[in-house]
């Protein structure tokens, strides 16, 4: 870069502008399927034809880009009030073919079956897709999905998002799933079940799992009042 | 919001507009003083005359986000290559009073002896303030300045980027300085040390402490192979 700095200016006429968008990655865990899936729509450009994309769309003039994001996501999903977390803006010039429009993802996790496609409004084609079987997507949007996917691995490892996917009252072995799908890794049972008990962030309840064919597994609930201790303790939570 | 969606146009014509900026927040760490300072410029606005502001310029058209963040802190300290990290746009309509900006804050930790003002090219006047006698800055800079703040502790608090703001070879004792300056708290110094112990990541020097009234201490670097091993073994680095 050259340098060149003009922050001294006294007035905006003349500056360079852009369009900002912003783009949503939609995690949504299949509890059935044992699956982490993400959101598409299909990408109605000329440029892109045939190709899927995340949920976006440009900013409006009155609103933050926080609100757009969660316009977006109301939009496509019916769900309000989503937990939507900012990642990183996506800048590089080129990255759109018409013009220069710069973008700023967040990411949101919801549990699938909460979800339903909000038909009568849409417009384009959705569909949701296992993580590992998504092909080249349009735009940058490959990168902005794997940025995401990183965020949203360390997020599951350092505080407890996780169990919001789960049913109220899950099993370990539901878990363990949970946290394998999502960070794409094995665990060891008997690891993994000391690091929680260690932790002693979750509480037993009395019924057990119902409608299975093996010996019914106990039940447990994440444990917030626990968590709380753990916390004012200076520990943390690392999975 | 409306719920409106526009994502499905197929040209930017017409598209809402911005200018957008970049923000660094400067940290510098004052080993003598024990201070955390910010580094801000005098603001040439005529609706914030008097004020103190953040490094901040407008994107350029060939540059990306992080390009101009480089370009702000290399023209206002003639630092290169200083660890830049993104933290969160700013995009609420009205925060700039000449028109809609909207601004990304970066963050920057350096070690102040490092700095030297970049004079020659100084069009503005620039200083180093105590975090602790910060007034009303200009624009929405004081949050800004809050987020950021939140997010060095946070930084701090997980990962060893602290050891780069001491000497190579330093005291526990300024360690814990470093710590308690940068967190805003007060570590119990056995407490402080246990934690440090468990970890093992420090390596014992030879020498000790030079031209020190009291009893000279033992002197301890950063060891990146023993934090690798933290690592590896699945445990985390947390003060």
């Not at 959101?39 to 409006?60: M, T, V």
């Not at 757009?68 to 996501?73: H, S």
């Not at 909460?114 to 009568?120: F, G, I, Q, T």
């Not at 597994?217 to 968590?227: E, R, T």
Request: proline share 2%.
């Amino acid at each position: 870069m050259s340098g060149k700095i003009e922050s001294s200016r006294k007035t905006l006429s003349g500056a360079y502008q852009v369009i900002l968008s912003v783009d949503c990655v939609v995690f949504g865990y299949d509890e059935n399927d044992k699956e982490l899936k993400i959101l598409l729509i299909k990408n109605e450009l000329e440029e892109f034809k045939g190709k899927w994309s995340l949920l976006g769309d440009i900013l409006q003039s009155k609103e933050t880009l926080e609100e757009a994001a969660n316009r977006v996501l109301q939009f496509r999903t019916g769900l309000e009030d989503v937990y939507l977390e900012e990642v990183q803006t996506f800048s590089k010039p080129g990255r759109h073919p018409l013009g220069r429009v710069i973008t700023l993802a967040y990411y949101s996790l919801i549990k699938i079956d909460d979800y339903e496609l909000n038909v009568a409004k849409l417009d384009l084609e959705a569909r949701w897709f296992n993580i590992k079987e998504i092909g080249e997507l349009a735009f940058d949007h490959n990168e902005i999905l794997a940025v995401c996917h990183e965020r949203l691995k360390q997020r599951l490892r350092e505080q407890p998002v996780g169990f919001s996917l789960l049913p109220r009252h899950f099993t370990l072995k539901q878990l363990q799933n949970l946290y394998e799908t999502v960070l794409e890794v094995e665990f060891d049972k008997r690891n993994f079940r000391r690091k929680l008990k260690n932790m002693d962030v979750l509480m037993e309840k009395d019924g057990i799992q119902q409608d299975v064919a093996h010996r019914p597994a106990k039940l447990y609930a994440f444990d917030y009042d626990k968590y709380e201790t753990l916390i004012r303790k200076g520990r943390h939570f690392a999975i």
